[in-house]
């Protein structure tokens, strides 16, 4: 183990600089929720278990045509859904950098002052909260529209996973002089 309280001001600097990133990473995925599925079980289960539509070849000639939109003509648009090569997709991008966002933070709670119990569980919740965001897709897709909550679940796991660990860290290498074992 180490301990980021007493590590070089450089590698405080990488850790600090890491959480920023992925802290800005965190907030622009929100708000692409936000936009495409929502925040709710009803919005996600729209997003999964809608009609699965195939991707139609684009014509040959194209027509663009542009209009003025009011605000309040987004709300009235039809809901962003997933097909299942779509699902295929997300899921083969996503899944390598959930698990390697949640290793970073793994690494940076290894140097934290925690128990041992404080730390296995913060390790086994940044892991956990991938796994559950995307069956929670899939089992809303194929099982039930009801399992809309497991994605809700997953995601602010992986929220508040990220929130636990950057809070810890700024604080015990920063603004604490000895650090609080938790």
Known sequence: ??????????????????????????????????????????????????????????????????HRMAPGDFAEAAPHTVDTDLLVQDTHVHMP????IAAALCVITLGLTLSRKWRLTLIALLFAAPWLDFAGMWLTKFVSPHLA?????????????????AVLAVWQMWLSKKGVAV
């Open 97 to 100: 950098m959930y698990g390697v």
């Open 149 to 165: 909550v497991l994605t809700i679940t997953g995601g602010w796991a992986m929220g508040l996973g990220y929130t636990v660990v």
């Open 1 to 66: 183990m180490y301990d980021l309280r007493r590590a070089p001001t450089e590698l405080k600097w990488v850790v600090t600089l890491l959480l920023a990133t992925f802290g800005c990473a965190y907030i622009f995925g929100g708000v692409m929720v936000a936009l495409y599925a929502g925040f709710t079980p009803q919005g996600v289960a729209a997003t999964y278990a809608g009609h699965e539509m195939s991707m139609a070849m684009p014509p040959d000639t194209t027509m663009v045509l542009e």
